[in-house]
């Protein structure tokens, strides 16, 4: 299923200097790469581009956010009356040349590594690349015109970075709903197409779960906060036959439905929004399923006491961590013979291991689907997917947490919007 835009396959490389946005925003740990799920994605693009014998590739990307990152963990160093050192977290956690040392060593090819994303230095780097050279720039969040919300600063940034190629190509997805200098104000200066991995995104989640989804379509939307779902739930009312809810949410849904939650998660100030959701889901025949049971228990602990409640209701003093055994049973039969499957968020406080089963029970769901389109979110429903091994038997698994329920809301992702129509 074609996407509206133009990817790299659509122009041609051969003898020009490409600059590519990656998203190796990859867990670090001392300077070290732990997942390099990231990297790896990114690979089809950058050896494509290689093999059509481009002039040079200059690589850049972000990783985490070296001032908000730095001043968190300070924070909780000084709360932990622990001894800080800024420089040393920044340079184990924010730096990326052992980016560049990790992507040059899955390459068997040298990477270049620019100690800025502009200045002289950098200039005469990507000036002295070879025929078919590669260079990574350092995090593009250690300029602050990056992330700035003046575009006239962004474009300073823009600016520096454009110089360094004839063709844009994007292939973060996982940043392209921020309007930031090196995802959107630079695909104003060049050519700008999508790589393979951004393509994939826009086919899977644009095409298949917004424009065209293959009926019944079931959505499963689990986490924390209804706050953080509001757009994604109101978006997705009008698209599918069956939405399932589960996880930390539930609760505030319950509330709404003047079912007792104990002294489970719930956000006050969202019940009314919750009773809305419930209204029209009613009016428009979409079947809302909430859970039937959970595993509660009388305190937020990895190896608290628990059991199931009896029903939907939960007593006093307990809360709940988990969907229970029935509301397994329920959602399972409302995945099967689901055509379109998009799933995003955990049933349950997943992270630990006691109160996993309902998000495990719903990955299997899935996995076990034949011919049916499944996509994944992105989030900690992809952990959980990994952590179980499923990943493969899933159409699709997204990069992008923010980018994907963005999409999914309809909203336009101005790194997308940047980029050439076919």
Known sequence: MAISKKTIRDIDVKGKRVLMRVDFNVPMKDGVVQDDTRIKAALPSIKYVLEQGCKSLVLMSH???????AKKAKEKAEKDGKPFDEKKFIDGKCRMKPVAEYLAKLLGKEVKFAPACMGPETEAIVKALPQGGICMLENTRFHKEETSKEESERE???????????????????????????????????????GFLMEKELEYLQEK???????????VIGGAKVSSKIAVLESLLNKVNKLIIGGGMTYTFLKAKGVSVGKSLVEDDMVETAKGILDRAAEKKTELLLPADHVVTQEFSADAVSKASAGEAIEDGWLGMDIGPKSIEKFKAAIAGAKTVFWNGPMGVFEFPKFAEGTKAIAQALASLKGATTVIGGGDSVSAVNKMGLSAKMSHISTGGGASLELVEGKELPGVKALLDR
Not at 63 to 69: A, F
Not at 180 to 194: C, D, I, Q, W
């Open 63 to 69: 990783l985490g956010d070296p001032k908000k990152d």
């Open 156 to 194: 300073v940034l823009a600016a520096a970075l454009a110089t360094y190629g004839d063709v844009y190509v994007n292939d973060a997805f996982g940043t392209a709903h921020r309007p930031h200098a090196s995802t959107e104000t630079v695909a104003h200066h060049l050519p700008a197409v999508a």
């Open 209 to 219: 779960i917004v424009k065209n989804p293959a009926k019944p379509f079931v959505a």
